[in-house]
């Protein structure tokens, strides 16, 4: 017999940290959905078990139901069965197995609400759903308790969701499950979703890809943060018979693809050359890429600015962007004679700027720039600040302004003296 | 530039040529009466300096005498650093202009018309207006040096080239203009999203705009937060319903099952419970029967055992009653014995009593005896004091009243006389007469005569007052008078004190003082000696008052002692005994007697004690006697009732009780049997059946109250699970996401810009305030020497404006608030540190037209010395209408009359 199995689908997941473009990013995980049932059909498998976490949350919103139906009313022929997970519990008559569009849910749709076996395919599923968000108890005791049962001749697959009790790496009321529980539970196959990366093992172990266990998690179809290795992928699962070692395929399903690039500043040119060059390799895909762009070096507050500008159109293409600022903005010291020589008071006061972020975010002091003379006091810089945040000078923390402040100082000041110059 | 000379014609009231210079490069005093032309003198040579020579300007037309159409024309010499120069202008009619420099001694001509007009401007910096004459503002440097009447107190705007020019002399740098514009960049910067004065969020503005949304949308997002909290919590309830419910569902199946098997058994109860009660009737009834035979028997038994113990009590009655009456005889004869012993012990207690009483009447006559003679010897001592007494008395009596206040005064009076004679002796007459031999005198003084004898070769001196006459024995009459008329007054003094005294010592019956002196020592003795003679009569009476109350008391002794004697009769032998006899005699019969009193308290004891014991045998024998009645009674009483007890059971009580027992013990083994064949506690079942039926009836209702609330909760936890709140809160943190950053972004800007501005302004401040203070210093020098007040410091504004004057920022008086005074020498101390800062590359000329009008004469003085200090360095030129502030200083000038060469 022949399966998909896939789980931690997290429909209706949020992504707050990409604002208005979230919604675009939850858009795609139905794309990805579609992608695996469409190669689950074209593989002819017995049916498509998704082990817990389907949604994201059981108060998802209807649409997301209504949507996640849609594509399985797609595929009519792909019989699927849904566990609820941790995130989808069956906790009640608010879960979300008891919403109304699951009334009129597709035919070929049936969820593992209760514990139980189910014959699917001339196989037999022991289905252990959660119940609740947290738990301590492993949750493949109850399929143990299921497969007391006489298997009559078939094969028997192991369904539920939860952490591997690996000390140190789960929570204990993470649904902790033994490490070999399929050898415990004497199931043919153990299904399990929870951890969003690829895992295999057996009898405990973990496997090396390529090689065929019986305790399967295949991670997220469709991942959903940056350096997430291993995530994007459902497991095809063949057993020929019971007690047979099952074949385990990675098939990659997955729509987006998470990239994080590095422009150093320091040579803003030469960084903007080898990021833009790197960018057209991925721009056929742009929308399907969530582009992450790192800046770091030092760099003077116009370079920077510019940098961030020309970001801003560079990055537009892509589905999803985020500029993560680790530069160090400073003049150079060519920058602060300037200065100097064109307005002695100007570089004085951006000496006492510099004095107040280096108290503030406990910053170097830019070369070339002598502090001595600069606001020397704690209590004067704090009166300075106060007056600037609207605070009395006693309950002032110089520590509200960060360097992503003192950066946007130096590039309003950069730019100010850029359009005095003109 | 320094000015030499200016000369008018046809300007105001000059149509001639007047001419004021030469002028000292110093101080200059132009000083002349009002409306004399000073002020045109000025205005006339600034417009031949500044002003195009073809203006037509009102300004330019005014120059003309009023009422006529002549030609203005002005001649001004001046020096500056290129040379000597002269221009020459005449306005309005035939308008010409020309500028010569002095060359080698001679005037050579420069330009003529606009060059010449042109080349004076480029000498002296000044700007060609646009339209209309000039005006000060036009005028270069010399509109900070050239003080118009009227300008005391204001001073001219920092503005245009000569001001940047001015300003950077005196305060040597100049704000960068670069700063001045970041500043106002990031002010505007900063005022788009907050409030200048609070620094709070600005309304309207693009912040506030965020922070409205992104409140509401957290209020939304706390509004959905609430939901999700109530749905955990409905779901937690729901669980806990669900488990209660399978709880109900349990314990009413318990209880169901409980009542069931109670209510069986209950039933099996009523079936058997009536014969169980019949059988229990029959026990009660079997319980009686035997409980009252032997209830009988125990009567009987008892009877029999009381009537042995009455019996038995009834003989020791009678052995005690007899055993009483033998004990009454005895104690009556005790009693008649002792009754006899005690009657002897009384007469002899009379007989010692009488003895007693009679030797201590004898003792009582004897010393009253004793203290008869006592008291004789005390009257006769006292009557012996008392005499003496009346004798001092008497004697005291004889002596005048003198006192020593009395005394004080006949010698005050002596005193006089003496005084008295004395004076007349020194200014009166003294008559020495020594006789051969005794002789007698008769001295006439003031009319009175007395006689005197003289002893033969004794001197005896006589003085008089005025006159005085003698007559001499054998000789005649010698008169002698006294020429001094004082001695009049003294001699009348004299007889006046004479007479007091003689009247003072007839009232004392003493003849002189002398006297009065002894006698009053004597009454003094007297009163010595009486007080003495009272001491001693009071220590004769003791503790009598007078001798009346002695001799009272000595009478009453002597009655009372021949009362006690008459009573006793003592006989010879008895007055023979003495006290210590009679006493010795008394204390012998004292014990006798009262070893008879205790003998007689003891036998009267006695004797109760028999009496007491005689009646309780009595009493108790009657009250054995009332016992035995009363036991014979009960007896018969217990034979009867035994006689009705046997009677009642013929065939005997002790078999009957035998009878009784047996059926008792059938009827209980009856009740026994009934009582096996039913449950436990099968008295409580009912109750127990009641019970158990209503707590399944109340596990029933409470689990129907718990299903009805799961499916309550199970509607409200469906509706709130379709609300979505998951998708909701995501989207609601998206768009909180995106407008806290869009607040952040925007507050950060502002704060950014707000900062970099207060970062500027601070540094501009501190050096404005480094280059002003050198200023501020020269300033506060010379106006301290203008006021005379050293402790003031003038405060300037970065626009050098001054800003007031005061001991430090804290006290600054705005100039505003200064007196016109106080302002007019600000003003000139300003002007002076323009002109000393100008002076430096140029000589300069500072013009003062009327400028201290308001100074006062104390203050002149000092500008006096100012002004002078500073003519050293730069011309000055005054123009005052008093000549006597500025007498004795600088040059003085005067408009001459003169024609234009």
């Given at each position: 017999m022949k399966f998909i199995h896939s789980a931690d689908w997290q429909l209706g997941a949020r992504f707050s940290q990409f604002g208005p473009k979230a919604e675009s990013l939850r858009q795609v995980r139905f794309q990805t959905l579609e992608t695996a049932l469409r190669k689950a059909d074209e593989a002819s498998v017995d049916f498509f078990l998704i082990a817990g976490d389907l949604f994201e949350d059981g108060q998802v919103d209807d649409t997301v139901i209504h949507t996640t139906f849609e594509k399985f009313r797609r595929f009519p022929g792909v019989p699927v069965f849904i566990l609820p997970g941790n995130h989808d519990p069956n906790d009640?008559?608010?879960?979300?197995?008891?919403?109304?569009?699951?009334?009129?849910?597709?035919?070929?749709?049936?969820?593992?609400?209760?514990?139980?076996?189910?014959?699917?395919?001339?196989?037999?599923?022991?289905?252990?759903?959660?119940?609740?968000?947290?738990?301590?108890?492993?949750?493949?005791?109850?399929?143990?308790?299921?497969?007391?049962?006489?298997?009559?001749?078939?094969?028997?697959?192991?369904?539920?969701?939860?952490?591997?009790?690996?000390?140190?790496?789960?929570?204990?009321?993470?649904?902790?499950?033994?490490?070999?529980?399929?050898?415990?539970?004497?199931?043919?196959?153990?299904?399990?979703?929870?951890?969003?990366?690829?895992?295999?093992?057996?009898?405990?172990?973990?496997?090396?890809?390529?090689?065929?266990?019986?305790?399967?998690?295949?991670?997220?179809?469709?991942?959903?943060?940056?350096?997430?290795?291993?995530a994007g992928h459902v497991a095809l699962v063949e057993i020929s018979s019971p007690q047979s070692k099952p074949v385990v395929q990675k098939v990659p399903v997955a729509t987006l693809q998470w990239m994080t690039l590095d422009l150093d500043c320091a040579d803003a040119p030469a960084g903007r050359q080898g990021l833009e060059h790197r960018l057209a390799e991925v721009k056929p895909a742009a929308d399907r890429t969530v582009v992450r762009v790192r800046l770091h070096g030092r760099v003077s507050p116009r370079v920077l600015a510019e940098t961030r500008q020309w970001l801003e159109s560079a990055l537009q293409p892509y589905l999803a962007q985020q500029v993560l600022d680790e530069t160090a903005v400073a003049l150079t010291v060519a920058e602060i004679d300037e200065i100097k020589n064109r307005s002695p008071l100007l570089a004085q006061a951006l000496t006492d700027l510099a004095q107040i972020e280096h108290l503030a975010t406990n910053s170097p002091v830019p070369a070339g720039m002598d502090l001595s003379q600069a606001i020397s006091s704690l209590d004067e810089a704090r009166a300075l600040v106060s007056r600037v945040i609207g605070e009395k000078p006693e309950k002032t923390d110089l520590t509200r302004l960060d360097a992503e402040f003192f950066k946007l100082a130096h590039q309003l000041l950069s730019q100010e003296l850029q359009e005095a110059t003109q | 530039m320094i000015l030499e000379s200016v000369e008018l014609k046809n300007v105001g009231p000059f149509r001639e040529t007047v001419r004021v210079g030469p002028l000292d490069p110093g101080l200059n005093i132009l000083a002349a009466s009002n409306e004399t032309g000073k002020s045109t003198l000025v205005k006339a040579g600034a417009r031949a300096l500044f002003d195009s020579h073809g203006g037509k300007s009102k300004e330019i037309k005014e120059l003309r005498p009023a009422g006529t159409s002549l030609a203005p024309s002005v001649a001004v010499v001046f020096r500056c650093k290129s040379g000597n120069y002269r221009i020459e202008k005449t306005f309005l009619e035939s308008p010409r202009s020309q500028l010569s420099q002095m060359v080698d001694g001679q005037w050579r001509p420069l330009g003529e018309a606009d060059q010449a007009d042109r080349r004076v401007r480029e000498l002296l910096g000044s700007e060609k207006p646009g339209a209309g004459a000039t005006k000060p503002e036009h005028w270069g440097l010399f509109r900070y040096l050239w003080a118009r009447q009227g300008e005391a107190v204001a001073w001219p705007e920092w503005d245009g080239e000569a001001a940047k020019l001015v300003r950077a002399r005196l305060a040597r740098v100049e704000i960068d203009p670069l700063i001045e514009r970041l500043k106002s960049s990031f002010w505007s910067e900063y005022e788009k999203n907050f409030t200048p004065a609070q620094g709070q969020p600005k309304a309207g503005g693009p912040l506030a705009f965020a922070e409205k949304e992104l409140g509401d949308l957290k209020a939304e997002l706390k509004e959905v937060r609430g939901k999700a909290r109530e749905l955990e919590e409905l779901q937690i309830r729901f669980q806990g319903f669900s488990e209660q419910t399978t709880t109900f569902e349990q314990e009413a199946r318990k209880l169901k099952?409980?009542?069931?098997?109670?209510?069986?058994?209950?039933?099996?109860?009523?079936?058997?419970?009536?014969?169980?009660?019949?059988?229990?009737?029959?026990?009660?009834?079997?319980?009686?029967?035997?409980?009252?035979?032997?209830?009988?028997?125990?009567?009987?038994?008892?009877?029999?055992?009381?009537?042995?113990?009455?019996?038995?009590?009834?003989?020791?009655?009678?052995?005690?009653?007899?055993?009483?009456?033998?004990?009454?005889?005895?104690?009556?004869?005790?009693?008649?014995?002792?009754?006899?012993?005690?009657?002897?012990?009384?007469?002899?207690?009379?007989?010692?009593?009488?003895?007693?009483?009679?030797?201590q009447g004898l003792l009582k006559l004897r010393r009253l005896k004793d203290a008869l003679v006592d008291l004789q010897k005390k009257l006769q001592e006292a009557e012996s004091q008392a005499a003496a007494l009346s004798r001092l008395q008497e004697e005291k009596s004889k002596i005048p009243g003198l006192t020593p206040q009395k005394l004080g005064k006949l010698k005050g009076l002596d005193q006089d006389i003496r005084e008295l004679d004395a004076q007349i002796k020194v200014v009166g007459i003294t008559m020495d007469l020594t006789p051969d031999k005794a002789s007698r005198v008769e001295v006439t003084e003031s009319g009175a005569k007395r006689s005197l004898k003289i002893q033969g070769g004794v001197t005896e001196t006589l003085s008089s007052g005025q006159a005085l006459r003698v007559r001499l024995e054998g000789w005649g009459e010698v008169r002698v008078r006294s020429g001094a008329g004082e001695l009049k007054d003294l001699e009348e003094r004299r007889r006046e004190a004479q007479a007091e005294l003689s009247k003072a010592l007839a009232e004392l019956g003493v003849e002189n003082v002398e006297q009065a002196a002894s006698l009053l020592e004597k009454r003094k003795d007297l009163d010595g000696r009486i007080r003495e003679a009272t001491q001693d009569?009071?220590?004769?009476?003791?503790?009598?008052?007078?001798?009346?109350?002695?001799?009272?008391?000595?009478?009453?002794?002597?009655?009372?002692?021949?009362?006690?004697?008459?009573?006793?009769?003592?006989?010879?032998?008895?007055?023979?005994?003495?006290?210590?006899?009679?006493?010795?005699?008394?204390?012998?019969?004292?014990?006798?007697?009262?070893?008879?009193?205790?003998?007689?308290?003891?036998?009267?004891?006695?004797?109760?004690?028999?009496?007491?014991?005689?009646?309780?045998?009595?009493?108790?024998?009657?009250?054995?006697?009332?016992?035995?009645?009363?036991?014979?009674?009960?007896?018969?009483?217990?034979?009867?009732?035994?006689?009705?007890?046997?009677?009642?059971?013929?065939?005997?009580?002790?078999?009957?009780?035998?009878?009784?027992?047996?059926?008792?013990?059938?009827?209980?083994?009856?009740?026994?049997?009934?009582?096996?064949?039913?449950?436990?506690?099968?008295?409580?079942?009912?109750?127990?059946?009641?019970?158990?039926?209503?707590?399944?009836?109340?596990?029933?209702?409470?689990?129907?109250?718990?299903?009805?609330?799961?499916?309550?909760?199970?509607?409200?936890?469906?509706?709130?699970?379709?609300?979505?709140?998951?998708?909701?809160?995501?989207?609601?943190?998206?768009?909180?996401?995106?407008?806290?950053?869009?607040?952040?972004?925007?507050?950060?800007?502002?704060?950014?810009?707000?900062?970099?501005?207060?970062?500027?302004?601070?540094?501009?401040?501190?050096?404005?305030?480094?280059?002003?203070?050198?200023?501020?210093?020269?300033?506060?020098?010379?106006?301290?020497?203008?006021?005379?007040?050293?402790?003031?410091?003038?405060?300037?504004?970065?626009?050098?404006?001054?800003?007031?004057?005061?001991?430090?920022?804290?006290?600054?008086?705005?100039?505003?608030?200064?007196?016109?005074?106080?302002?007019?020498?600000?003003?000139?101390?300003?002007?002076?540190?323009?002109?000393?800062?100008?002076?430096?590359?140029e000589p300069q000329a500072v013009i003062l037209d009327d400028v201290l009008a308001n100074t006062d004469p104390v203050r002149q003085a000092r500008v006096l010395d100012v002004l002078q200090a500073a003519a050293q360095r730069m011309q000055l030129l005054v123009l005052t209408c008093h000549p006597d502030h500025y007498r004795g200083v600088g040059k003085v000038v005067s408009i001459e009359r003169c024609g234009i060469p």
């Open positions: 009640g008559p608010s879960s979300i197995w008891n919403r109304k569009p699951f009334l009129t849910k597709p035919s070929n749709v049936t969820v593992l609400a209760e514990p139980g076996v189910t014959e699917c395919g001339g196989a037999q599923l022991l289905a252990s759903p959660l119940r609740q968000k947290k738990s301590t108890i492993d949750p493949t005791l109850k399929i143990a308790e299921l497969a007391r049962q006489p298997a009559d001749g078939r094969i028997r697959i192991g369904v539920t969701h939860g952490a591997l009790a690996f000390p140190g790496k789960h929570e204990s009321n993470d649904h902790p499950i033994v490490p070999d529980a399929e050898t415990r539970t004497g199931v043919d196959y153990l299904a399990v979703g929870h951890w969003h990366t690829w895992q295999v093992y057996d009898h405990g172990r973990h496997v090396m890809p390529g090689t065929d266990g019986r305790l399967v998690m295949p991670g997220t179809p469709e991942p959903d943060a940056f350096e997430q290795d291993g | 099952e409980k009542a069931d098997e109670i209510g069986q058994q209950a039933r099996q109860v009523e079936l058997l419970l009536p014969e169980l009660r019949a059988h229990e009737k029959a026990l009660e009834a079997a319980r009686k029967e035997f409980h009252r035979v032997d209830g009988d028997l125990r009567a009987a038994r008892e009877a029999q055992d009381a009537l042995q113990g009455l019996k038995k009590e009834m003989e020791q009655s009678e052995q005690r009653q007899q055993e009483l009456k033998d004990a009454e005889v005895e104690n009556e004869s005790l009693l008649t014995e002792a009754d006899g012993a005690l009657q002897e012990v009384h007469h002899r207690r009379a007989g010692l009593q009488a003895e007693l009483e009679r030797v009569l009071k220590r004769a009476l003791g503790d009598f008052d007078d001798l009346d109350g002695l001799k009272a008391r000595m009478n009453q002794s002597d009655t009372e002692h021949e009362n006690l004697r008459k009573s006793l009769h003592p006989e010879s032998g008895e007055d023979a005994l003495s006290i210590s006899g009679l006493e010795a005699q008394e204390e012998t019969l004292k014990p006798g007697l009262r070893d008879v009193e205790k003998t007689i308290q003891r036998d009267e004891r006695a004797l109760k004690e028999l009496a007491d014991k005689q009646a309780s045998c009595r009493e108790e024998r009657h009250l054995k006697g009332t016992e035995l009645a009363k036991l014979s009674e009960q007896t018969k009483s217990h034979e009867r009732k035994i006689e009705e007890t046997r009677a009642r059971y013929p065939e005997g009580i002790e078999v009957m009780k035998a009878r009784a027992g047996d059926a008792f013990t059938e009827a209980e083994t009856r009740v026994e049997s009934a009582r096996r064949k039913l449950p436990p506690d099968y008295e409580k079942l009912p109750e127990g059946n009641r019970r158990a039926a209503a707590a399944f009836g109340e596990a029933q209702r409470d689990l129907e109250k718990c299903r009805e609330d799961c499916q309550r909760l199970r509607g409200t936890l469906e509706a709130l699970g379709a609300e979505g709140l998951y998708s909701r809160e995501s989207q609601l943190l998206e768009e909180i996401g995106v407008k806290k950053a869009e607040a952040d972004a925007a507050r950060r800007r502002g704060w950014a810009a707000r900062l970099l501005h207060d970062l500027m302004e601070r540094r501009k401040q501190a050096a404005t305030r480094q280059v002003l203070t050198p200023l501020e210093d020269q300033l506060s020098s010379v106006f301290a020497e203008l006021t005379g007040v050293s402790v003031r410091r003038i405060f300037l504004d970065e626009n050098l404006q001054i800003r007031g004057a005061g001991r430090s920022e804290e006290e600054l008086l705005a100039f505003d608030l200064l007196s016109q005074g106080a302002k007019e020498q600000l003003m000139l101390a300003l002007r002076l540190a323009v002109a000393q800062a100008l002076t430096e590359t």
